[in-house]
């Protein structure tokens, strides 16, 4: 198992911007590849974003496409989500989550992760 511990979370204005940083401990973060999830109170947690174990596939739900970035740094074990032009309706606390299987495929279900970081909370006023 591998330990994931997200920051980065916050209050911002619509229209700006976060980061979102999500550290992996151990030696099993390479070869793996990652995803984003949110939920919103009230709401089932959905899929937002994911990449794969090399960095050179990405997956986006459309209601971040072209204002969401994920990207992956193996030295420092870790993948970041950086948010733009944010709307209230992103706001939700933030998982990552690191997906089952060596070197798999892009997934957007949350069945194929089996480690889960603890969240961070990203507030958007209007």
């Known amino acids: 198992q591998v330990q994931l511990v997200e920051s980065g979370g916050g209050l911002v204005q619509a229209g700006g911007s976060l980061r979102l940083s999500c550290a992996a401990s151990g030696r099993t973060f390479r070869s793996y590849g990652m995803g984003w999830f949110r939920q919103a109170p009230g709401k089932e947690r959905e899929f937002v974003a994911a990449i794969n174990w090399s960095g050179g596939t990405t997956s986006y739900d459309d209601s971040v496409k072209g204002r969401f970035t994920i990207s992956r740094d193996d030295a420092k074990n870790t993948v970041s989500l950086q948010m733009n032009n944010l709307k209230p309706e992103d706001t939700a606390v933030y998982y990552c989550?690191?997906?089952?299987?060596?070197?798999?495929?892009?997934?957007?279900?949350?069945?194929?992760?089996?480690?889960w970081g603890q969240g961070t909370q990203v507030t958007v006023s209007s």
């Open positions: 989550a690191r997906r089952m299987g060596w070197r798999g495929v892009v997934s957007t279900s949350q069945r194929e992760y089996d480690s």
